[in-house]
């Protein structure tokens, strides 16, 4: 397997702090692609096996801890003393410094009154309007190429259907989707092309005049919603709101693209599963729970709020431990043969919307839109395979991607 691009000798050769044992460094780094012609999840399990403990220590990205067993990263992602929010980006200096959001960044208690206004505004009740929308916008879109009997499934689908539908959410015009999308992939998936202050201060110059036309205003929408509520029993000011709603924009932009992507490309390659959906539609539910444990995309990281003794390492306050969703569901203390997908899975255990108070608020959202999108799917295009039979190709980061990939089937059915 080839994850390292640097010689263990060379990582070694690397300055490390004192707390950090020469046994527990490890060549790993967020934003490296993920070799050629390996599946992303299969490289998570094969980093999990090779290392010869479950808290590792790579130098890249200013230097960060790694949990790599499901119950050390659910403790790092859930327990805010001592793993606090205050930062959760590697590197910490450059992007944690920049991605000081909310409610993200804030620890209980402070982050309480902040989750209650999305919690309010994103649960079952206020997103029963959309569901309409939702079923209307797939069946447009999935028409549209029908009968070509080809697409490119994450630029002609995944990218269009969950962004359109989260922009309807917040009521901003679709004209702005493409620089909304760029700025929020630069915090997951940077490309280079800006810092991350940028990306904050592009995000800010885009939203501050939207919230100043919003402030005292009585829509329905996501944003006016947030902005105008109380926070316990004070106005919002206004840098919270520009926060908040920066961190609605990256979390609800991003994530469901992926996890469409993981789950079509999965679909075209199970022949067996995708005729048995296509034959009992009442199998997506169940089948909806396995993707979502089967395909987890974030790997997010806490920072250590004061000197602690933790699973068999010294953390010094200040440091920063990832605690990526993904090993949860590639642990095999969670999952026999986690790599395989298993429509009825026993037992089923995943942290793919996170663990804690943290847990993602987007979550019934993004559960709807692919109930949505895979009944709908099925009912057109019920049969489909990737285009070329070779291997697909996959970004790491904080949120985990599929690059772009084309889908076939038979137009007529
Ligand atoms: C399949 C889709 C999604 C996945 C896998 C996902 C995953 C996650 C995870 C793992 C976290 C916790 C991060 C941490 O604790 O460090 C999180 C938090 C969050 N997500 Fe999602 N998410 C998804 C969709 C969405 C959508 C559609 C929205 C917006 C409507 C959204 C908004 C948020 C927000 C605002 C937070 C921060 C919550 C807090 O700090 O209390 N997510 N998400």
Redesign the pocket.
């Known amino acids: 397997m080839e994850v390292a691009s640097l010689r263990p000798d060379d990582i070694l050769a690397m300055p490390r702090p004192e707390n950090v044992p020469a046994e527990r460094v490890f060549d790993f780094d967020i934003y490296r692609d993920i070799p050629d012609g390996m599946d992303f999840h299969a490289f998570w399990r094969e980093v999990m096996d090779a290392a010869p403990f479950d808290v590792m220590w790579t130098p890249h990205n200013e230097g960060h801890w790694v949990a790599l067993s499901a119950e050390l990263s659910d403790q790092v992602?859930s327990e805010p003393d001592p793993f606090s929010n205050n930062t959760?980006l590697v590197p910490k200096e450059t992007a944690g410094e920049a991605y000081r959001l909310i409610?993200?960044s804030l620890d209980p208690p402070e982050?309480r009154p902040f989750?209650k206004l999305?919690n309010d505004n994103?649960g079952p009740k206020p997103l029963r309007a959309f569901e309409e929308p939702i079923e209307q916008l797939t069946i447009e879109l999935i028409e549209s190429f029908k009968d070509k009997g080809r697409c490119n499934f994450v630029t002609d689908f995944a990218e269009r259907l969950p962004v359109t539908i989260?922009m309807m959410l917040v009521d901003l015009p679709i004209a702005d989707l493409p620089k909304l999308k760029h700025l929020a992939d630069q915090f997951t998936r940077p490309d280079g092309s800006m810092t991350y202050p940028e990306v904050l201060q592009a995000f800010r110059d885009y939203l501050t005049p939207v919230l100043e036309a919003r402030r005292g205003g009585g829509e329905q929408d996501l944003i006016t919603q947030v902005i105008n509520a109380p926070v316990d029993d004070r106005p919002m000011t206004e840098i919270e709101a520009l926060n908040i709603c920066t961190?609605?924009l990256v979390?609800?932009l991003d994530?469901?693209v992926n996890?469409l992507g993981f789950t079509f490309s999965y679909l075209a390659r199970d022949h067996e599963l995708r005729r048995s959906i296509a034959a009992d539609p009442d199998l997506i539910g169940d089948a909806l729970l396995e993707f979502f444990r089967r395909f987890p995309?974030?790997s997010?990281s806490r920072e250590v709020k004061r000197d602690t003794a933790w699973a068999g390492v010294h953390l010094r306050a200040g440091d920063m431990v990832m605690c990526p969703?993904i090993v949860v569901a590639m642990d095999t203390a969670s999952a026999d043969s986690p790599l395989d997908f298993q429509i009825h899975r026993p037992g089923r255990k995943h942290s793919?919307?996170?663990k804690g108070?943290?847990?993602?608020?987007?979550?019934h959202?993004?559960r709807m839109e692919m109930k949505i999108v895979l009944r709908e799917w099925f009912a057109r295009i019920p049969e489909f395979t990737l285009e070329n039979e070779e291997p697909l190709s996959y970004t790491n980061g904080i949120v985990g991607s599929v690059k772009p990939f084309n889908l076939v089937w038979s137009p007529a059915g």
């Open positions: 992602m959760v409610p993200l982050h989750r999305l994103l989260f961190q609605v979390g609800g994530t469901v996890m995309v974030v997010s969703t793919t919307f996170g108070s943290h847990t993602c608020p987007g979550a959202l993004a």
